[in-house]
C-alpha cells in the first residue's frame, strides 16, 4: 500500500454514507445536547468533516482493498475514524471553532460515529451487493 492509495471507484462508493454518518452523528448530538443551531451544527460539523476528508484517504479507508472486501471496508472505515477523530478534536482547539478538544468528547465521538460509520458502510454494501 502508498501512502496514498484511494481508488476513485472507493471514494464515489464510500465517501457519500461516510459524510452521511459522520452529519448524522453531529446532528443527534447536537439535538441530545438541545445546542440545535444552523451555526452550531456547521461550527461542529466542519471540523469532523475535514478530519475525515483529510485523513480517510491516507488510513485506506478508500483503498483498492475496500472495494473487494467487504471486511476491509468496514475495519478500515473505523480504524480511519480513529485519526479524522483526532485531527478533528485538535481543530476544535484552535480558535477558529468554538468548543475544545476535550478528551471525554474524544472518547464519545470515537465509539459513536465509528458506529455510525460502520452502519452507513454496511448499508452501502448491502445497496451494492442488492444492485449487482
Avoid: K
Avoid at 471525554?104 to 454494501?125: E, H, N, S, W, Y
Amino acid at each position: 500500500m502508498d501512502l496514498y492509495d484511494a481508488d476513485p471507484r472507493a471514494v464515489v462508493r464510500f465517501l457519500p454514507g461516510d459524510l452521511l454518518a459522520i452529519a448524522a452523528f453531529v446532528l443527534v448530538g447536537t439535538l441530545s445536547h438541545g445546542t440545535l443551531t444552523p451555526q452550531r451544527y456547521v461550527n461542529v460539523l466542519v471540523p469532523f468533516a475535514v478530519g475525515w476528508v483529510v485523513v480517510a484517504p491516507f488510513a485506506g479507508a478508500y483503498d483498492t482493498g475496500v472495494r473487494e472486501s467487504s471486511r476491509a471496508a468496514l475495519l478500515y472505515g473505523a480504524a480511519s475514524w480513529l485519526g479524522a477523530d483526532f485531527l478533528a478534536q485538535l481543530l476544535r482547539g484552535t480558535p477558529f471553532f468554538r468548543g475544545s478538544a476535550d478528551p471525554q468528547f474524544f472518547v464519545v465521538a470515537l465509539v459513536f460515529c465509528t458506529i455510525a460509520l460502520t452502519v452507513a458502510r454496511f448499508l452501502t454494501l448491502v445497496v451494492v451487493d442488492y444492485r449487482g
